[in-house]
């Protein structure tokens, strides 16, 4: 059951992934913390690009090993990857934790319930839920493109968080440009607020309200 300490770590991992946010495309931000009690042992977010991953770097800050711990993630922790190294998942039982509290389930149809599964089948501990709506806005424009195939594009006042500024080139229409970002791995674009590109995208209903936390 989680507690205050939890939450406390949570928000500390969300805290940490946000430093990060808009840079680590097509992949979403993750934030990871490892702790023991109230001691923080290692914390990470996704690297710019998308890898390395926060649990894994976390892991290797403490030497591939955390005998015990419990590792904060903001997102379920991948449960396998294509390319046969070891997923974070892997890396969390290689290092000893425990126990691993989960924000966001991996909202993937492909992976989802992959990392929890296979850190269960392990024996550790695990939690899933805290702060899940807080966690949310870290992967908000992946979820997004696995439901619709675009990125998100939110009217706003600057770039900060975001990947890219939404352009249209020459005569493109708003899917075509939507088609072309997302064939580029984007996942969330940013338009100002109020310009006319937002009130085309608005009135063709492509234009998300901004999430508040993100404020």
């Known amino acids: 059951m989680s507690n205050e300490l939890d939450i406390q770590h949570m928000r500390r991992a969300i805290g940490v992934a946000r430093g990060n946010l808009g840079r680590t495309w097509p ?15 290692a914390e990470a977010a996704t690297s710019v690009g998308g890898r390395p991953h926060a649990e894994e770097q976390a892991v290797a800050a403490l030497g591939g ?43 993937s149809p492909f992976a989802s319930g992959q990392g929890t599964h296979r850190l269960r089948e392990a024996g550790l501990q ?67 607020e109020g310009g006319e590109t937002a009130q085309r995208l608005h009135a063709a209903g492509l234009l998300s309200k901004p999430l508040e936390s993100l404020r």
Not at 155 to 160: F, K, Q, V
């Open 27 to 41: 992949n979403p931000v993750v934030g990871c913390v490892i702790a023991d009690g109230e001691t923080v042992l």
């Open 65 to 107: 090993s955390a005998p015990g711990a419990t590792a904060y993630v903001t997102l379920e922790p991948c449960g396998a990857r294509t390319s046969g190294a070891l997923s974070c998942s892997q890396h969390l039982v290689a290092a000893g934790v425990k126990r691993v509290v989960i924000a966001c389930e991996d909202p």
């Open 126 to 192: 695990v939690e899933t839920g805290l702060l899940a709506e807080e966690a949310f806005v870290l992967c908000a424009g992946f979820v997004h493109k696995l439901k619709t195939g675009k990125p998100l594009v939110e009217g706003a006042s600057g770039p900060e968080g975001y990947e890219a500024l939404f352009e249209l080139s020459g005569n493109e229409g708003l899917e075509a440009a939507l088609t072309r970002y997302a064939d580029l791995g984007h996942t969330r674009l940013w338009t100002p």
